[in-house]
């Protein structure tokens, strides 16, 4: 038996299904469909949820209280988005570090991640601070926070 472990990336917020949606444009990752349900390509896999979630008779006011975003080679980690009632109210003390520009040089890299940081920024992401690489400590990188001011890096 190996020990190595999987792990979920695990997100409160106010509105689950609106930020996986984020995340998985983000990371190129899918949103999974209802457990035991095919959905096909082209159909809204959150219409699925909620014809499966009002089958199941599930509250209306409860179809937003958990989403998930996955990859869809099954190689990087899944991520869960649960509702909690309050509010974000101090910086994360864990943070993702989006690997957008692996492998560039300098130029080619910061450009790379300007590219992705105006691609993020049109989907509801907030821009913060650029740093400039700083060799051999720092390739340089971009702070940003989602839509829900959750702060990430594009490194």
């Given at each position: 038996m190996s020990d190595v472990r999987t792990v979920q990336i695990t997100f409160d917020c106010a509105d689950p299904q609106s930020l996986s949606q984020f995340w998985a444009s983000a990371l190129g990752y899918v949103n999974p469909g209802?457990?035991?349900?095919?959905?096909?390509?082209?159909?809204?896999?959150?219409?699925?949820w909620h014809e499966f979630l009002a089958?199941?008779?599930?509250?209306?006011?409860?179809?937003?209280?958990?989403?998930?975003?996955?990859?869809?080679?099954?190689n990087g980690p899944r991520l869960f988005f649960q509702r909690v009632t309050e509010g974000k109210t101090a910086k994360n003390r864990?943070?993702?570090?989006?690997?957008?520009?692996?492998?560039?040089?300098?130029?080619?890299?910061?450009a790379a991640l300007e590219a992705e940081c105006e691609r993020l920024v049109a989907?509801?992401?907030?821009?913060?601070?650029?740093?400039?690489?700083?060799?051999?400590?720092?390739?340089?990188?971009?702070?940003?926070a989602d839509p829900e001011g959750n702060e990430f890096c594009l490194d």
């Open positions: 209802p457990p035991g349900r095919e959905v096909s390509e082209g159909t809204d896999v959150f219409e699925a089958e199941a008779g599930v509250p209306e006011s409860e179809w937003n209280s958990a989403s998930a975003a996955e990859d869809p080679d099954g864990v943070h993702l570090d989006v690997r957008a520009a692996p492998g560039l040089g300098p130029e080619e890299r910061m989907m509801g992401a907030t821009r913060g601070k650029r740093f400039e690489p700083s060799p051999p400590m720092s390739n340089g990188f971009i702070v940003m």
